[in-house]
């Protein structure tokens, strides 16, 4: 006696589990802006705010 129903379960739910694995790690690899690059804006940033602030009064 065969259990289809139970084997094409195991198998929609072996085949989800590995496309969300692979969507996961794309989405790791491919973010919009990478952990690095917004590390170094960061620290830019941090540099910046410790700078005299330059005001200069121009007339519109």
Do not use: F
């Amino acid at each position: 006696m065969c259990n289809c129903n139970a084997n094409e379960d195991s198998i929609i739910r072996l085949v989800g589990a590995v496309l969300l694995e692979q969507n996961d790690e794309w989405q790791l690899q491919h973010r919009y802006m990478q952990i690095e690059g917004m590390a170094e804006l960061n620290q830019t940033m941090i540099e910046e705010e410790n700078q005299p602030l330059h005001i200069t009064n121009k007339a519109a």
